[in-house]
């Protein structure tokens, strides 16, 4: 590192510590030629991420969009905050590791349905009826099936209560 007043590249650490809650770290530095100490910190560089929305608008990723959507879907269902948190960081680590700069919200809502289906099937039709914009009945119901016939496969399971049905059958 090179020293900020003098210009010498001789410098050495002193002193570390975590700073800005645990995302970087922050570096007490000595310049063995001058003398003079400085501090620099030390942090991730993340790839800034670009979700690619309806009509080719462009906006940052934004974690809390996620999460807002899979609370809406989860209300008064018997499903954790700690659940949904441990499904967005799921969600949010396949985003990431696709290692794209842009995404289109599309994929980003697959990978939401596919993660839901597996906290909780009524919290996946909600979800999946606000984002497929089911426009009819027929669509709804077409949806419906396809999560009983994954149920009856054992392809999912309710695993909230696995006493109480989680669609009436008939």
Do not use: W
């Amino acid at each position: 590192m090179k020293c900020p007043f003098c210009g010498k590249d001789d410098t050495r650490v002193i002193d570390s510590r975590p700073a800005d809650e645990n995302t970087s770290i922050r570096r007490r530095r000595v310049c063995d030629s001058c003398g003079k100490r400085f501090t620099t910190y030390e942090k991730v560089e993340t790839i800034p991420l670009i979700v690619i929305k309806k009509g080719d608008i462009r906006e940052p990723y934004d974690r809390a969009k996620i999460e807002a959507g899979v609370f809406r879907a989860c209300h008064k269902r018997p499903v954790s905050a700690e659940q949904i948190t441990k499904m967005v960081d799921a969600v949010e680590t396949e985003v990431f590791n696709l290692e794209q700069k842009e995404i289109p919200s599309r994929a980003i809502g697959e990978i939401v349905m596919d993660k839901m289906q597996d906290l909780d099937p009524v919290a996946y039709v909600r979800f999946a009826s606000v984002y497929r914009e089911f426009k009819d009945v027929n669509t709804f119901m077409d949806e419906l099936k396809s999560v009983l016939k994954k149920e009856a496969d054992g392809t999912i399971s309710n695993s909230a209560d696995n006493n109480i049905p989680l669609l009436k059958k008939e």
